[in-house]
């Protein structure tokens, strides 16, 4: 296929003392170059383990991939030489994590750190590493890069630590950048700031985005596509406009409704009810059974296959027909 990215039932547990978690159950993405894929859900939902398996950096125990494939520009990820997969992890696909302060070397000042890349991956000199660094905290907009590029981490603000992440996973030009809730940390109008650079920066080099997020109200403007997630399945895709104008699946339908709207102030907002699920005791049927306000007696008892909705989108409800013209 041409896609950049394609993730194919792909399953990943984690074994632990008193059971095995079922943190990913057969999921399927793909994201092409210039193509921008939000990946939607709570906490536990699988997003985050599922983008450390495109990483690569959950082949350790506890965590182990179980099935599926991972294909990137063509080559499955999953059966090739560590050697090679180690190329692809340094200038294939780079990812953005959330906090900023904890990935970053506290003793060692932003240059350094963005020129270490250059010294290691390119054998650049201190000096020409140090020139590189600056013009991608340039890159960045972090005003008077220059005189600031001797400066430590903790001399900079969340958000100008945020686009110093960013830096770093640009620095090698990979096709692909993953952010795990890259602005969950910051401050409501720096969330916007540092997602509209992530959004241009995506767009002016063309590379695929993966932006893996809890929070439907930062992906509406940036996002070409949304994947919901749910207990370690994808239970709705589709492009982000329709999404938006009607989900067609309760969970998603929950989470729009969750999202604070200045026109609405001081309507109660619906919150999902009730807690995510164990993933050592997935629930039988549908798994958002529990918590969902249409569940229906086949809902306990039937798992319910990603429904065709149109050619681009799909639903994991047996009842989408209504959700979606509910
Ligand atoms: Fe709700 Fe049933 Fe649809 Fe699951 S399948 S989301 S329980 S209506
Ligand atoms: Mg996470």
Redesign the pocket.
């Known amino acids: 296929s041409g896609s950049l990215l394609e993730v194919r039932g792909l399953h990943v547990e984690f074994r632990m003392r008193d059971g095995v978690a079922k943190a990913v159950n057969g999921v399927d993405y793909t994201v092409d170059a210039g193509e921008t894929l939000a990946v939607l859900g709570e906490s536990g939902s699988g997003k985050s383990v599922t983008a450390q398996a495109v990483m690569g950096i959950l082949d350790m125990p506890p965590g182990r991939i179980t099935g599926g494939e991972i294909f990137f520009k063509g080559q499955n990820l999953l059966t090739m030489r560590e050697e090679d997969r180690r190329k692809i992890r340094g200038a294939g696909m780079a990812m953005i994590f959330q906090d900023a302060l904890s990935s970053l070397n506290p003793v060692l000042s932003v240059g350094d750190q963005l020129g270490e890349m250059f010294v290691v991956h390119q054998g650049l000199s201190r000096k020409d590493a140090k020139a590189r660094a600056v013009e991608l905290m340039d890159r960045v907009r972090i005003p008077a890069a220059k005189e600031r590029v001797g400066q430590y981490p903790h001399q900079f603000s969340g958000g100008m630590r945020q686009r110093i992440m960013i830096a770093m996973a640009l620095s090698l030009e990979p096709d692909l950048i993953i952010a795990d809730e890259p602005t969950t940390a910051l401050d409501v109008t720096v969330q916007a700031q540092v997602m509209d650079l992530l959004a241009e920066l995506q767009r002016e080099l063309g590379m695929g985005l993966i932006l893996i997020t809890h929070d439907l109200g930062v992906v509406a403007d940036v996002a070409d596509k949304i994947a919901v997630m749910y207990a370690g399945r994808i239970?709705e895709t589709a492009p982000v406009h329709d999404i938006y104008r009607a989900p067609a699946?309760?969970?998603t339908k929950g989470l729009l409704e969750s999202i604070p709207r200045l026109d609405q102030k001081g309507r109660e907002l619906y919150a999902i009810k009730g807690l995510p699920p164990n993933l050592m005791h997935i629930p039988s049927?549908?798994p958002?059974?529990p918590r969902?306000p249409?569940?229906?007696d086949?809902?306990r008892t039937d798992v319910?296959p990603l429904y065709e909705v149109d050619e681009r989108r799909g639903s994991?409800?047996?009842?989408?027909e209504a959700?979606l013209h509910g």
Do not use: I, L, S
């Open positions: 239970v699946h309760p969970y049927g549908c958002f059974h969902c249409m569940a229906q086949v809902c319910p994991a409800c047996h009842f989408w959700t």
